[in-house]
């Protein structure tokens, strides 16, 4: 082979690469938030998110991962003072919810606060009950420990920035789809938008 096409073939391969560690790289976009890192993959091939966690539901009572089970499950990791990713994104979710059409009785949002410092189950309630948010989204929140067990189980990342009331959290920003198993079948990245976000739930609920 021509050194020539040698040298466009490697340049090909790392092009390659690089777009593959991109899609499967829960990356944190916001300026000064903590990367992520890259989804592990367990030995049969399938990420290694989600598992066991113990926390409390905006009602008080003990929730943990088998509020998954019978469920399709966009699950994701917030606060309820963010000023814009948590409520856009919860936005997104219910014109998303809104496009599925019956197949949305099938989906539930899981709202997991990384800052129960002041996210207790009565301000959640709250919050979650805004207008314009999905219906029915179930709000975790729980002990500093519990917080941290369960977004270690899904790979997230957060961090407290700034001290007294007027701190603030950073944390990544990827949506985990769980399918009705509460195994792991789909990221979704924050800014698809309500249509592209339906047809990724669309799709792996076809799949199963």
Not at 14 to 31: D, E, K, M, Q, Y
Request: hydrophobic content about 40%; aromatic content about 8%; proline content about 6%.
């Amino acid at each position: 082979m021509p050194r020539r096409s040698i040298l466009l073939f490697a340049a090909a391969c790392v092009v390659l690469a690089a777009v593959i560690a991109v899609v499967t790289i829960v990356s944190a976009t916001r300026r000064g938030e903590p990367s992520a890192g890259a989804i592990e993959v367990s030995q049969t091939g399938q990420p290694q998110i989600g598992g066991p966690f113990q926390l409390v539901d905006q009602d008080g009572r003990p929730a943990d991962q088998t509020i998954l089970n019978g469920k399709w499950s966009v699950v994701f990791f917030g606060f309820t003072y963010c000023p814009d990713y948590c409520p856009t994104t919860l936005g997104v979710l219910k014109a998303a919810q809104d496009r599925l059409g019956d197949q949305a009785r099938d989906l539930q949002i899981v709202f997991v606060s990384i800052d129960p410092e002041r996210d207790t189950p009565q301000t959640l309630k709250d919050y979650l009950s805004s207008e314009g948010f999905p219906r029915g989204v179930i709000g975790l929140t729980g002990t500093p420990e519990q917080v941290a067990g369960a977004a270690r189980a899904y790979r997230a990342l957060y961090s407290k920035e700034g001290q007294g009331e007027g701190y603030t959290m950073q944390h990544s920003l990827t949506l985990y789809l769980m399918g009705p198993d509460g195994r792991f079948r789909a990221a979704l990245a924050h800014d698809l938008g309500p249509e592209r976000s339906a047809d990724v739930i669309r799709r792996a609920m076809a799949r199963g």
